[in-house]
RNA sequence: CGGGGCGUAGCUCAGCCUGGUUAGAGUGCUGCCUUUGGGAGGCAGAAGUCGCGAGUUCGAAUCUCGCCGCCCCGACCA
């Protein structure tokens, strides 16, 4: 098909709206792909919809192609369902009421209401089911930002599994990974797969999917080898070996006035900081607990709450003082009365440890020696740390999180009783799994991914449209029949023929971003050129207005 | 929810501190002329309840209070 700019809606912008910062929300906005409506609600105009359609349809065909049956559940629904699961207690869910006062929820995925239609199963002969949607959803996110990288409304594809075991259910989630795969591929989209942090949870198995980008909201650490990726609360980095001083039989107290911090203490001792400890008191419910670890390291909240089974606080001046008897500076293991956790970092050899005594720590501490901890992983891994797997270096990105995949067991099929009767005769509640994509983040993704200063690149398989035919003014016929001739081959083609300067038309082109652009020039009347130019390479290569199809094809792959 | 910032023309902003004619610029938009392969130039023009509401004042975009909206950092993110 052939769109024309002079008819369509493409409102493009010379300047980024001024509170635009990521560099996906800035160019969908100044392109003319979206406008926003409220904080975190966004329109999509026919070029950004278009966008969202195509990785829509590449969503489908691969969800299609593992077997998984499209449908689509309303997004108003009864409060009760939620009640059932106990998600209506979660802060985020939109709650309203309708005229009769019958309370209403809209959804942020549809775990409730696919569960609720899984009662019509009946038998185990049915399994497995594998149902997705492409729904809107509601989420009363608490800030919204960065453009459609997190938004208060936006569609999802969320598939639902129904198998009998737990086998089943693995066998439906690595359909889903491999389906995940494909899809991101087909996006031009570089995206790993990690363990999602399982946090207060716990438990339940879920995968992330991450696209490394200078604006996303999760940290992913990967080896340059490419044989491990982790979200960085979940990573297992190897810390690199401390430079340790000469051993010591027993630790020995040294005094450290007005030092509270660990880059004081090394500097103070000449020591590396990976040669001390660093002590957080941490308060479970009523317990005081010392969370130890190495001096470089930071603390992992997320870990040291999987540890602990539960929330944790920092716990106050007042109750480091009266538990201690020091400031919160020059805390350590030994001699104390609470449990202390350390880190495995801290595990072997010799580190500097607070001394409990304001002015004072003591060197040469020894795990096992002067103090019995209980050892976990505890620690956030660091950039310059080595991969788990082969020992090269691990990289730390900041990354767009695209999907997410759970095994959710019976959590949902227990509260409503879905259940099917198996060959024995027995009534077993089935056995779920959930996969969710969001399109629009997918979008915001691949442009993060694929851009320069003039604007969007994007990949063939999604771009809004194929060709994007600059009309120099005066070749409008040219421009014409070439259009035509792209149309007639099966490709979609933008032709730019409003009465402007062509720069202005280049700059567009450069902005909007199709994969190819043919300027229909001079030369076209003169020996029958024009000039393709792949939006990615930038620069323009005469073809003969008759090899052009061909070319197109070509270049498209 | 805590901290910070912003709200004046479609967009980007100045003006506000120190209140005083018809509220400005750039860009965009409309018309005409010139120009026409990387956002060219000229002339003429349209366009703003100065976020909303109260208050102070002879007089408020400007000062005070309240509210609303938006952005950023943090908290949060089954």
């Known amino acids: 098909m052939v769109a024309r700019a002079s008819e369509l809606f493409l409102p493009t912008l010379r300047e980024p709206p001024a509170d635009a910062e990521a560099a ?20 999509f105009l026919p070029l950004g919809w278009r966008v969202h359609q195509k990785i829509v349809q590449i969503i489908r065909e691969e969800m299609d192609a593992i077997g998984d ?53 009946q038998s185990y002969k049915q399994l497995p089911q594998r149902w997705y949607h492409f729904s809107t959803k509601e989420r009363d996110e608490p800030r919204p930002r960065a453009g459609l990288l997190r938004v208060r409304e936006f569609i999802m ?71 491990y990726a982790a979200d960085i609360e979940a990573a297992e980095g190897i810390p690199r070996p401390p430079e340790s001083p000469p051993v010591l039989g027993a630790p020995e107290e040294v005094e450290t006035p007005d030092v509270t911090t660990i880059e004081a203490l090394a ?35 997320e870990k040291l709450t999987t540890i602990l089974g539960s929330a944790f606080r920092p716990a106050t001046d007042g109750e480091i003082r009266s538990t201690f008897a020091a400031g919160g500076g020059s805390l350590g293991p030994v001699g104390v009365e609470v449990d202390v956790i350390a880190d495995n970092a801290l595990k072997d050899g010799q580190f500097v440890a607070g001394a409990n005594r304001d002015g004072w720590h003591l060197r040469g501490v020894e795990a096992g020696r002067d103090y019995e901890p209980r050892f976990a992983d505890i620690r956030q891994t660091n950039a310059g740390d080595r991969c788990p797997k082969c020992g090269g270096r691990l990289i730390a990105e900041t990354a767009i999180e695209l999907g997410h995949i759970f095994k959710l067991g019976t959590f949902y099929s227990e509260p409503f009783g879905a259940t099917y009767l198996d060959e024995d005769g027995q009534e077993k509640l089935l056995v779920m799994g959930s996969y969710g994509i969001g399109p629009a983040r997918t979008m915001a993704a691949i ?25 120099i003014p005066g ?6 029949s070439v259009a035509d001739a792209l149309s007639a081959a099966g490709l979609d083609v933008l032709v ?53 199809v061909s070319r197109v094809r070509e270049k498209l792959g």
């Open 24 to 43: 996906s929300h800035k160019l969908l906005v100044r392109g003319g792909f979206i406008r926003q409506v409220g904080a975190g609600l966004w329109t």
């Open 69 to 121: 049956q499209e449908v689509l559940c309303p997004v108003l629904t009864p409060a009760e369902l939620w009640e059932l699961s106990g998600r209506i207690d979660i802060p985020e869910v939109f709650k309203l009421k309708d005229r009769n006062g019958r309370a209403f929820v809209l959804p942020l995925s549809h775990e409730e209401t696919m569960t609720f239609h899984a009662r019509e199963i």
């Open 157 to 227: 594809k969320d598939a639902y599994s129904f198998d009998r075991d737990a086998a089943g259910l693995d066998e439906s989630f690595q359909l889903h990974e491999r389906a995940y795969k494909a899809i991101f591929e087909r996006c031009g989209l570089e995206a790993y797969e990690v363990e999602a942090e399982s946090g207060i949870m716990g438990g339940r198995e879920s995968w992330d999917y991450l696209a490394p980008a200078e604006s996303g909201e999760n940290e992913l650490v990967r080896c340059e080898n490419g044989d």
């Open 267 to 301: 500097e103070l001792l000449k020591i590396d900081t990976a040669a001390t400890s660093k002590a957080m008191p941490v308060v479970v419910g009523e317990r005081v607990v010392l969370a130890l670890v190495r001096g470089d390291d930071r603390l992992s909240e």
């Open 447 to 471: 442009i993060e991914q694929h851009h320069d200063d003039k604007g969007i690149q994007w990949p063939a398989s999604v771009a809004p449209y194929d060709v994007h035919v600059v009309v």
């Open 475 to 480: 070749m409008e016929e040219h421009a014409q």
């Open 496 to 548: 730019d023929d409003r009465d402007a300067r062509a720069g202005e038309k280049f700059a567009d082109a450069d902005l909007i971003g199709c994969p190819l652009r043919v300027t229909v020039g001079r030369k076209a009347a003169e020996d029958g050129t024009v000039d393709l130019r792949e939006r990615a390479k930038g620069e323009d290569n005469a073809v003969s207005v008759g090899e052009l």
